[in-house]
Every structure is written in C-alpha cells, then in structure tokens.
C-alpha cells in the first residue's frame, strides 16, 4: 500500500487490547514514527519506586518534569533511557504494573509527559501514538483515531504470555486481577481517563489475530488519507 501523506494516528484501549503490537506494524509498515506513551508513566513509576518516593506526590512530579526521558524504537522494542540510563526492562515488571496507574492519576505528571508526547507528534512525518488519552487529550486533532478493546480474559492471557516470554512467573489469576484493577483506575480516574474519543472507531480485537488487526487499522488509515 503506497501512503505518501504524512498522517497521525493515535491508537487507544485498555491493557492488553493489543495497541502497542498493531501500533508497532502499522508504524513500521507505513514508515511512521512510532511512540508508545505507556512507557513514560511507566519510566516515572519506576523511578518513583527507585526514589522511594511513591507515596509522595510532590517528589513523583519533579521526577517527571526534571527527568530526559527519552524513547528509541529499535528492531521491534521501545528502548527507555532516563538521562543516559537505559531502563528498557526495568519498567515491564508485576512491581511497576501495579504502581503505574496511581502515578498515572497525578495531573501535573500528565501535564509534563503530554507536553514531551506532543512535541514527538510534531516531528516531521508520521506518527502513530499508543495510550489512554491519545485520542481525547495529547492529538484531538489526529487523522485517524482507534479505540482498541477486548474481553478481560483474553487481555489477561496475552499479558501472561508476554511474561512467560520474558521468565517472569506468575499466575493469570494475579494478572486478571491487576489488569482488572488498572482498568478501574485508569477509566475512572479525574484527569482525562481512558474514553473513547466520539470520532474514534471501536475495533473489539478479541477474536482477530494481530494480522487482521492491522489490516483493519491500515484499512481506516487508508481510508482518511484518501479523504
Ligand atoms: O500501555 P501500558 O499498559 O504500558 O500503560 C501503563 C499505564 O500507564 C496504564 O495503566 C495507564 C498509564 N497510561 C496513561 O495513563 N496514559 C497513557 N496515555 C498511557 C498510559
């Protein structure tokens, strides 16, 4: 498929719903950059828990608005380094899962990060980006917006095996429960919680493989770049 027309595409769901594995083949295939804005609350929580800070709001907000942190997409990964320091692995871990959605609520975190998000999507070029709010809050104005979903099981399912890949043990029980309870906070919460965008088309991947699923995101991308 030739794109030529630099678009952006902002791709958001729930855990699990398969953002991050169709945002990577939808941005490779289309020569897009692409950024997934999980990692950086994720990169914060991490440093928060390094600092022992995490009960302290006032600390977790200089963390995010004093720390470079920086996201390089190489062979398939997001590389995460905080002022030089790589922390890639360090921020997929059971301890960081169930961190992150609390950090995640602080509104002047969301205000640093956002800021850095929107200043990826001003780069040249095309860009697919992947969270919560991606839709509603960092790029209203994008081209083409996904709002992702899937049953809580088979979410659970696919984040216990990227675990199990990974050598992490543990059980689909503890994963249901922590996706279960991320889903609450990160849906309920105050400042811009996770909504689907009134412009954005649902796409219930449940039951479609990730290759049908890009082709169904390339298929809407194609179809407002022809617009
Ligand atoms: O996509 P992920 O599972 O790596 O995201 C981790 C957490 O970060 C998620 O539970 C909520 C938060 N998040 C957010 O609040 N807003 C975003 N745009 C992306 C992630």
């Known amino acids: 498929m030739t794109m030529p027309k630099r678009l952006i595409v902002a791709i958001d769901g729930p855990a699990g719903s398969g953002k991050s594995t169709s945002a990577k083949f939808v941005a490779k295939k289309l020569g897009y950059l692409y950024i997934d804005t999980g990692a950086m609350y994720r990169a914060v929580t991490y440093l928060a828990m390094e600092n022992n800070v995490l009960q302290d709001n006032e600390a977790v907000i ?9 996201l390089k997409f190489i062979d398939g990964v997001t590389h995460v380094s905080v002022d030089g320091n790589d922390i890639t692995d360090k921020i997929r871990t059971p301890e960081v899962n169930s961190n992150v959605s609390e950090i995640s609520k602080i509104k002047e975190v969301r205000e640093a990060l956002v800021e850095k998000q929107q200043e990826y999507a001003k780069r040249n070029g095309g860009v697919v980006m ?10 209203p104005n994008a081209d083409v917006k ?5 049953s809580i099981e088979e ?14 043990s543990i059980s689909l029980k503890e994963v249901e429960d922590n996706i ?13 919680p996770l909504v689907k965008a009134p412009d954005a088309v ?26």
């Open 62 to 70: 200089k963390i995010a608005k004093s720390s470079d942190i920086n």
């Open 130 to 139: 992947e969270g919560r709010d991606i839709g509603t809050v960092v790029l």
């Open 146 to 150: 996904i709002f992702l979903t899937a």
């Open 155 to 168: 979410r659970a399912k696919r984040r216990t095996k990227e675990f199990e890949e990974k050598g992490i």
């Open 180 to 192: 279960r309870q991320r889903d609450v906070i990160d849906s309920t919460r105050d400042v811009s």
């Open 202 to 227: 649902e796409v219930d991947t449940s039951r479609v493989t990730i290759e049908q699923q890009v082709e169904i995101i390339l298929g809407l991308i194609k179809k407002a770049w022809e617009n």
